[in-house]
Nanobody, 117 residues
Framework: QVRLVESGGGLVQPGGSLRLSCAAF????????MGWYRQTPGNQRELVAS???????NYADFVKGRFTISRDNAKLTVYLQMNSVKPEDAGVYYC???????????WGQGTLVTISS
C-alpha cells in the first residue's frame, strides 16, 4: 500500500525554522521525483520544491535562499528545511511523489505550518 507520511509541521515564529519530513511506503523511492507543495485557503496547491532521484532540485522563487529540500534514499524520506520563515509561508504542506517514468502522482495527507508570533 502506497503511503506518504508527513511530519514536522507546527507553529513557528516569523524568522524561525522548521523541518518537514516525508516518509514513503510502498513505492520505489529511487525512481520518484519527490516534492513539497503548499496550499492555503482559497488557493491552488503550488510547488515549493522538488528533487529528482539524481539530485536535480527545483525551488519556487518565493523560497529560494530560505528553504532546502533533500532526500535520503536509504531512509525513503524527503525533507524540507524551512529557514527565515515568513507569515506567507503558512499553509498545509503536502508531500508528493511523481514516478519519473510513469508520471503517476501520489500525495501525503498534509502537515499544517502556522507562522505566528
Amino acid at each position: 500500500q502506497v503511503r506518504l507520511v508527513e511530519s514536522g509541521g507546527g507553529l513557528v515564529q516569523p524568522g524561525g525554522s522548521l523541518r518537514l519530513s516525508c516518509a514513503a511506503f510502498g513505492i520505489v523511492f529511487e525512481t520518484n521525483i519527490m516534492g513539497w507543495y503548499r496550499q492555503t485557503p482559497g488557493n491552488q496547491r503550488e510547488l515549493v520544491a522538488s528533487i529528482s532521484s539524481s539530485g536535480d532540485i527545483n525551488y519556487a522563487d518565493f523560497v529560494k535562499g530560505r528553504f532546502t529540500i533533500s532526500r535520503d534514499n536509504a531512509k525513503l524520506t524527503v525533507y524540507l528545511q524551512m529557514n527565515s520563515v515568513k507569515p506567507e509561508d503558512a499553509g498545509v504542506y503536502y508531500c508528493n511523489a511523481e514516478g519519473e517514468y510513469t508520471k503517476r502522482q501520489r500525495w501525503g495527507q498534509g502537515t499544517l505550518v502556522t507562522i505566528s508570533s
